[in-house]
């Protein structure tokens, strides 16, 4: 009688074990399919430092456009000396990838026509056109910036752009530029030696963490690395160099990708 009634109990606990189990996989079924996965809703590409190897320029603008992206912001120095026959064969490399890009100048850009005593963006803006520009692509505002001259920094109009009407229906807001605004282990910012230019930078920074920037991109520093603002309200990005000198992590550029959610992602790309 004893092992009978035993053998009862243990059947019943293996009907409740077994019931138990079904209803919380079928619970956790049901949960993963109401759950929407994300989709890639834009990727584009960082390009920064390529100071006159341009095949690397080549290289790198062929492995974004093999990645998918949609786009490739430039963020400067695509020349060693800024004279527009440099300028002009950085351009070439940039039109045969057939990518859609947009482009900002570098402090490397500005040397030639600041030497010849011209206004130091004469020659960048004669090959690529403007320096800075506002673009919103699928709910996200991205604002690229000039502020490439380490003797003037930023001038009035791109002022007037970052202090206009942000999009309040903007899901995500990105600012880009040459130079970063804020370093938490390097000098090598904008406004270094400079006092001028680094208030500028500072105030710059103040107005991107009051209008809630979402992130901040950069080259210049030829050197991969993210961080947060001063205050931690904006995610900082500086981009690796494309060039081979100077350069501890060698070659590369990097992917931003946005998701369905706005959730979003920068990847590290080295050039091979």
Same mark, same amino acid.
């Given at each position: 009688? !004893?092992?009978?009634?035993?053998?009862?109990? *243990?059947?019943?606990?293996? %009907?409740?074990? +077994?019931?138990?189990?079904? =209803?919380?996989?079928?619970?956790?079924?049901?949960?993963?399919?109401q759950e929407k996965p994300k989709q890639l809703i834009l990727r584009f590409a960082l390009i920064a430092d390529s100071e006159d190897e341009n095949e690397l320029?080549?290289?790198?603008?062929?492995?974004?456009?093999?990645?998918?992206?949609?786009?490739?912001?430039?963020?400067?120095?695509?020349?060693?000396?800024?004279?527009?026959?440099?300028?002009?064969?950085?351009?070439?490399?940039?039109?045969?990838?057939?990518?859609?890009?947009?482009?900002?100048?570098?402090?490397?850009?500005?040397?030639?026509?600041?030497?010849?005593?011209?206004?130091?963006?004469?020659?960048?803006?004669?090959?690529?056109?403007?320096?800075?520009?506002?673009?919103? !692509?699928?709910?996200?505002?991205?604002?690229? *910036?000039?502020?490439?001259? %380490?003797?003037? +920094?930023?001038?009035?109009? =791109?002022?007037?752009?970052?202090?206009?009407?942000?999009?309040?229906?903007?899901?995500?807001?990105?600012?880009?530029?040459?130079?970063?605004?804020?370093?938490?282990?390097?000098?090598?910012?904008?406004?270094?030696?400079?006092?001028?230019?680094?208030?500028?930078?500072?105030?710059?920074?103040?107005?991107?963490?009051?209008?809630?920037?979402?992130?901040?991109?950069?080259?210049?520093?030829?050197?991969?690395?993210?961080?947060?603002?001063?205050?931690?309200?904006?995610?900082?990005?500086?981009?690796?160099?494309?060039?081979?000198?100077?350069?501890?992590?060698?070659?590369?550029?990097?992917?931003?990708t946005v998701y369905s959610d706005y959730s979003w992602e920068v990847e590290d790309v080295e050039i091979r």
């Open positions: 009688m !004893k092992k009978f009634l035993l053998l009862i109990t *243990l059947i019943v606990l293996s %009907i409740g074990i +077994g019931l138990s189990w079904k =209803e919380e996989t079928v619970g956790d079924n049901l949960q993963k399919l320029l080549a290289k790198a603008l062929s492995q974004a456009k093999g990645a998918g992206v949609n786009f490739v912001i430039g963020l400067g120095d695509f020349t060693s000396l800024g004279t527009v026959e440099q300028l002009t064969n950085a351009r070439y490399v940039f039109d045969q990838s057939e990518l859609t890009y947009y482009v900002t100048a570098g402090d490397r850009d500005l040397w030639d026509s600041r030497n010849r005593g011209e206004v130091a963006t004469a020659n960048f803006h004669q090959v690529f056109g403007e320096a800075s520009q506002t673009i919103n !692509k699928e709910g996200i505002q991205i604002v690229i *910036l000039d502020n490439s001259d %380490i003797y003037k +920094g930023i001038d009035q109009s =791109e002022w007037s752009m970052v202090n206009g009407e942000w999009a309040e229906s903007a899901k995500l807001r990105f600012v880009f530029a040459h130079k970063t605004l804020f370093h938490p282990q390097s000098s090598h910012v904008m406004g270094e030696g400079n006092d001028k230019v680094s208030a500028q930078a500072r105030k710059l920074m103040d107005l991107l963490e009051e209008k809630r920037v979402d992130g901040f991109f950069s080259g210049d520093l030829h050197f991969f690395a993210r961080f947060n603002s001063p205050s931690g309200a904006v995610k900082m990005t500086t981009t690796g160099a494309v060039n081979s000198a100077r350069n501890f992590q060698g070659p590369r550029f990097a992917i931003v």
